[in-house]
């Protein structure tokens, strides 16, 4: 069974340009969650989506947005980009329906300059 | 919102000894305590977890416990190897808010052969 893949693995994105990043969550699962990590930060909560429906949202601006196709992949923009997005940003993928096992991908490695 | 600390931030143990890593949250009504590792270049993975309505885990080397009166879950580590040297973080999922996990700040796990 394959994992769940993020596209791109690497990223360089200039100060005011915008940035879209895609998950393909496992085969099944209906909910893919976003999080960002930084070495200051840690971990922390994006948004959540199931089946097409934003069902969780983290404490982020409105410039980080997301949307989930019906096939379940994910995507997450990130606009006017600001030198502190820089940051590894994980998709988790995991069935929806209550507390079940959330799986992560490798990530996506942002870099702005 | 729901908060969870963990301790401590490093630990340094030697081959066959035993690892124990704490974490406290805050919001009684969270129901399920994923434990993830992270190794460099990849995304956390799930390695146990334990819900609201269960006091122990255990998985071969690796067990969890929880204490709901006092909020707080541990994860312990029984003869540790080396490939065991990972980050690992603690997580919480707030009550009826599946699919968002709130993570602690990660323990940096060193096991020296």
């Known amino acids: 069974k394959a994992g769940v893949t993020q596209t791109p693995r690497y990223l360089i994105k200039t100060r005011g340009q915008q940035v879209t990043l895609s998950c393909s969550p496992i085969s099944g699962h209906r909910s893919v969650s976003w999080y960002q990590q930084t070495p200051g930060q840690g971990l922390q909560f994006l948004f959540e989506?199931?089946?097409?429906?934003?069902?969780n949202k983290g404490n982020f601006p409105g410039r980080f947005s997301g949307r989930q196709f019906s096939n379940s992949r994910s995507e997450m923009n990130v606009s006017t980009l600001e030198l502190g997005d820089s940051a590894l940003y994980l998709c988790?993928?995991?069935?929806?329906?209550?507390?079940?096992?959330?799986?992560f991908g490798q990530g996506t490695r942002l870099t702005v300059v | 919102g729901e908060n969870v600390e963990q301790h401590p931030s490093t630990l340094s143990v030697q081959e066959g000894d035993s690892a124990v890593i704490k974490c406290t949250y805050s919001d009684s009504a969270s129901n399920y305590f994923p434990w993830y590792k992270q190794e460099l270049g990849k995304g956390p993975q799930l390695i146990i977890d334990?819900?609201?309505?269960?006091g122990e885990k255990k998985d071969q080397r690796i067990a969890v416990t929880l204490n709901k009166t006092a909020k707080h879950f541990s994860l312990h580590i029984t003869e540790t190897q080396p490939e065991d040297s990972a980050v690992y973080f603690c997580?919480?999922?707030?009550?009826?808010?599946?699919?968002?996990?709130?993570f602690g700040q990660g323990t940096e796990l060193s096991v020296k052969p």
């Open positions: 334990i819900r609201s309505n269960v």
């Open positions: 988790a993928s995991s069935l929806g329906l209550g507390n079940t096992e959330a799986f």
């Open positions: 997580a919480a999922t707030p009550y009826n808010q599946g699919g968002k996990l709130i």
């Open positions: 989506y199931f089946s097409e429906t934003q069902r």
